[in-house]
């Protein structure tokens, strides 16, 4: 039995922790940290977790996780840097579904997060946990930084379009929308049903902080330096992640049969019949990436539409699938469940 830990269980990704680990049958949740809510019970502000924890949340220290094998980092970035150096001394794997350990360039880092690294030693050892690309690594990784949203469902649409070679790397567009729960449970105005009900947004379209992320992702899958014009919206719903990603093609190719053969062995990523495409209702609450792939008009672009749930496989079930990995059991325990509907 791995015995587990979460720093920052209040967010939604980390109450997406609990829902999705509280039936793996493999892990023993045994310690939960957060500042803010020290002494509460679990299921006392996370009701739909009655009758599976009985944990209390508890003040977020190392100690805390004294015998845990493996710790996440459910938490904004700054924080899991400050901590990740001790419990790695003490011998326990770290996932972070944080940015902190996403960019290998330290100075990258700062540009977009505004402050100097806290341990930037640690940032050539952190492994990226894509597992549909980086899975050999994943296994021997003892600290593993948990992709973004966006980049997820970017990289795993553009993914078999690079590695085949087959499309122009200096030129790709992605237009990605998510929902509400992507920017996280803190008060703001901006998320407040008010003002983003009937409303669809673009937002960061001068520079995301995921641009960086989905670049050097996309660079490592094509071998070669790729250029992304990368706009994000937000759209007036809770979970879900849709993004519609442009290419042109070098040469001809069946895409069709790429996506299909690049993907058969994938247990999380569902390549759609040539003429279908993915809702997002159709992944709600999954740990799955739908896709299709288009030639509009038999021209020379490609077309990619992916969808995902932003909170599990676009950050905890992804998590937890690396998890799985890294301590050697079948990638899909725990992640077995069938998206919801309606």
Same mark, same amino acid.
């Given at each position: #039995?791995?015995?587990? @830990?979460?720093? @920052? %269980?209040? $967010?939604?990704? @980390?109450?997406?922790?609990?829902?999705? !680990?509280?039936?793996?049958?493999?892990?023993?949740?045994?310690? /939960?940290?957060?500042?803010?809510?020290? @002494?509460?019970?679990?299921?006392? !502000?996370?009701?739909? +977790?009655? $009758?599976?924890? =009985? +944990?209390?949340?508890?003040?977020?220290?190392?100690?805390?996780?004294? %015998?845990? =094998?493996?710790?996440?980092?459910?938490?904004?970035?700054?924080?899991? #840097?400050? #901590?990740?150096?001790? +419990?790695? =001394?003490? $011998?326990?794997?770290? /996932? =972070?579904?944080?940015?902190?350990?996403?960019?290998?360039?330290? $100075?990258?880092?700062?540009?977009?997060?505004?402050?100097?690294?806290?341990?930037?030693?640690?940032?050539?050892?952190?492994?990226?946990? +894509?597992?549909?690309?980086?899975?050999?690594?994943?296994? %021997?990784?003892?600290?593993l930084a948990c992709p973004g949203c966006y980049p997820t469902a970017v990289q795993l649409g553009f993914m078999p379009l690079l590695a085949a070679g087959v499309v122009d790397t200096g030129s790709l567009i992605a237009n990605a929308a998510s929902g509400v729960s992507g920017a996280g449970r803190q008060a703001r105005i901006e998320n407040l049903v008010s003002e983003t009900s009937d409303n669809f947004k673009a937002y960061g379209v001068s520079g995301h902080r995921h641009l960086p992320e989905i670049e050097q992702g996309l660079s490592d899958i094509a071998g070669q330096p790729v250029q992304l014009t990368f706009v994000p919206h937000l759209v007036p719903m809770i979970r879900g992640i849709h993004a519609t990603l442009y290419a042109r093609l070098t040469g001809d190719v069946d895409l069709q049969a790429l996506f299909e053969a690049h993907y058969a062995d994938e247990p999380f990523v569902d390549v759609l019949p040539a003429g279908e495409f993915p809702q997002t209702r159709s992944v709600r609450g999954a740990n799955v990436c739908r896709l299709a792939v288009t030639r509009p008009r038999q021209r020379d672009m490609v077309v990619v539409t992916a969808v995902e749930d932003n909170l599990v496989k676009g950050a905890s079930g992804q998590a937890i699938q690396a998890m799985n990995i890294m301590f050697g059991m079948d990638e899909a325990t725990g992640l077995r469940g069938v998206p919801l509907l309606p």
């Open positions: #039995m791995i015995r587990a @830990g979460i720093v @920052g %269980g209040t $967010g939604y990704t @980390g109450v997406e922790l609990l829902r999705l !680990l509280a039936t793996h049958p493999e892990v023993e949740l045994a310690a /939960i940290t957060s500042r803010a809510e020290a @002494g509460t019970r679990v299921d006392s !502000l996370f009701p739909n +977790l009655r $009758g599976h924890y =009985d +944990l209390v949340f508890t003040p977020p220290d190392a100690s805390a996780f004294a %015998g845990c =094998d493996v710790v996440f980092f459910a938490t904004p970035h700054n924080v899991a #840097m400050q #901590m990740v150096p001790e +419990l790695l =001394d003490a $011998g326990i794997r770290v /996932i =972070d579904l944080s940015a902190d350990f996403r960019l290998r360039d330290a $100075g990258v880092w700062s540009e977009w997060y505004g402050e100097p690294h806290a341990c930037p030693e640690l940032l050539a050892e952190a492994v990226y946990g +894509l597992p549909e690309f980086n899975r050999a690594a994943i296994a %021997g990784a003892r600290l």
